[in-house]
């Protein structure tokens, strides 16, 4: 069963349009409902919009939790409390709407996420085609002017987002090479293989050594374990995927080796030079 976390501040309809898309593929049984606590006037707004989202949403009795969204401390102990007893205690699967977040509470949802096994994050956008529609023209006169009065706040001390020492580690030392090599040669090639023969002979070993298929298949099945792939089952045929996690993981591999590969023809330029 899943559980749903929705923070509402001045989005309470999109908040909802999400929710409805994602009930019809989760069976939801738990939604809490989180609010700006705070006596200021996003609070105000808050409160009522969680009101308003509350009655939308009575049939799953939400329950509503006041949280202050600016303290990435206050927001961390109240998520970790509801993820402790959902996840770990309940072993329920937990959604968490980030729409209506500002960052310091994003970034403490963010390294819950990691810490949580069963939690997902998502956000509910709007159309993608075109967006700021009450900006003025870029060519117009009062384009300049608009962007000016809007810079109108000043910013205190950077205060720093508690993180912990230790970092996801995707992949260990051991696999790590050819694992990357998996997942980029996959991306190059439209992010599908018709079968873990066709991957390994794109990596440029043989598929017929029964060492390196068995060590290929136990690198693929913990690619799929992680995430970055799946696999499908069609008869005798195993084509591997790459997840959206994964195209984006193996995009980034990519444009760093090309952002590496430019720093070394400069230097080598430079020092030619020299």
């Not at 309809?13 to 409902?33: A, Q, S």
């Not at 006596?39 to 969680?50: C, E, I, P, Q, V």
């Not at 509801?82 to 937990?94: D, K, N």
């Not at 069609?234 to 193996?250: H, I, M, N, S």
Request: aromatic fraction near 10%.
């Amino acid at each position: 069963m899943v559980v749903v976390i929705n923070y509402v501040c001045f989005h309470p309809t999109m908040v909802l349009d999400g929710f409805e898309k994602l009930r019809i593929v989760k069976p939801i049984e738990k939604v809490y409902i989180l609010y700006d606590n705070k006596s200021d006037r996003y609070g105000h707004a808050s409160r009522r919009n969680a009101g308003k989202l509350a009655k939308w949403l009575e049939f799953f009795k939400p329950i509503r939790i006041p949280i202050n969204p600016q303290s990435y401390e206050n927001v961390f102990s109240r998520l970790f409390a509801i993820l402790y007893r959902e996840c770990i205690l309940e072993r329920r699967e937990v959604y968490i709407d980030v729409t209506d977040l500002p960052p310091e509470a994003v970034s403490a949802v963010t390294t819950l996420a990691l810490m949580f096994k069963g939690v997902n994050v998502y956000v509910v956008t709007t159309s993608r085609e075109k967006r700021g529609n009450f900006i003025p023209h870029p060519e117009s006169p009062k384009f300049e002017e608009w962007l000016e009065k809007k810079d109108d706040k000043r910013g205190l001390e950077p205060v720093e987002l508690q993180l912990p020492k230790v970092r996801l580690k995707l992949l260990s030392e051991d696999e790590k090479e050819i694992s990357e090599r998996i997942l980029v040669e996959l991306y190059k090639r439209g992010g599908e293989a018709g079968s873990i023969k066709d991957l390994i002979e794109w990596c440029g070993e043989s598929p017929s050594i029964p060492a390196v298929k068995n060590r290929y298949s136990r690198l693929i099945d913990s690619l799929v374990r992680k995430g970055f792939l799946y696999k499908a089952y069609r008869g005798r045929e195993r084509p591997v995927y790459l997840t959206d996690f994964g195209k984006v993981y193996a995009s980034a591999l990519l444009k760093a080796a090309e952002t590496v590969m430019g720093r070394v023809q400069a230097l080598r330029k430079v020092s030619y030079e020299l």
